[in-house]
C-alpha cells in the first residue's frame, strides 16, 4: 500500500531545532510535489511550506518563513522540513502530504493533495 510516513516530531524547548522526515512507501516521489501541514489544537490546518518535483522551487508561509527549510533527496525518497528557531506557537500535528503532476511551483493548498500521511506531534515547550 502507498504510503507516507513522518517522522521526526517531538518536545523541544523554545529555540530549539527538530528536523521532520517524509519518507514515501511503494511509490517514488519523483513525480510528486511534496506539502507541508500542520494543525495545533482548536484550530484549522495550515499549509506551511512546498517543495516541487520539476525544480525544487519552494514556498513558506510567512508564520514560518526564514526559520524553516524544505528539501528533498530523490535518491532516498524522502522529503525534510528543517524547523529552527521554534516557538510555542509552532506546537501541533504535522502533516506531509503529496499531489502528482509535474509542477515548477506550488502552495500548500490542502484539496489540492491527494496523499497524506499519519502525522507526527511537535510540541515546544519550556
Known amino acids: 500500500q502507498v504510503q507516507l510516513v513522518e517522522s521526526g516530531g517531538g518536545l523541544v524547548q523554545p529555540g530549539g531545532s527538530l528536523r521532520l522526515s517524509c519518507a514515501a512507501s511503494?511509490?517514488?516521489?519523483?513525480?510528486?510535489?511534496i506539502g507541508w501541514f500542520r494543525q495545533a489544537p482548536g484550530k484549522e490546518r495550515e499549509g506551511i511550506s512546498c517543495i516541487t518535483n520539476y525544480n525544487a522551487n519552494t514556498y513558506y508561509a510567512d508564520s514560518v518563513w526564514g526559520r524553516f527549510t524544505i528539501s528533498r533527496d530523490n535518491a532516498k525518497n524522502t522529503v525534510f522540513l528543517q524547523m529552527n528557531s521554534l516557538k510555542p506557537e509552532d506546537t501541533g500535528v504535522y502533516y506531509c502530504a503529496a499531489k502528482r503532476g509535474t509542477f515548477s511551483s506550488c502552495v500548500p493548498n490542502s484539496p489540492d493533495f491527494e496523499l497524506w500521511g499519519q502525522g507526527t506531534q511537535v510540541t515546544v515547550s519550556s
Open positions: 511503494r511509490f517514488t516521489l519523483d513525480y510528486y510535489a
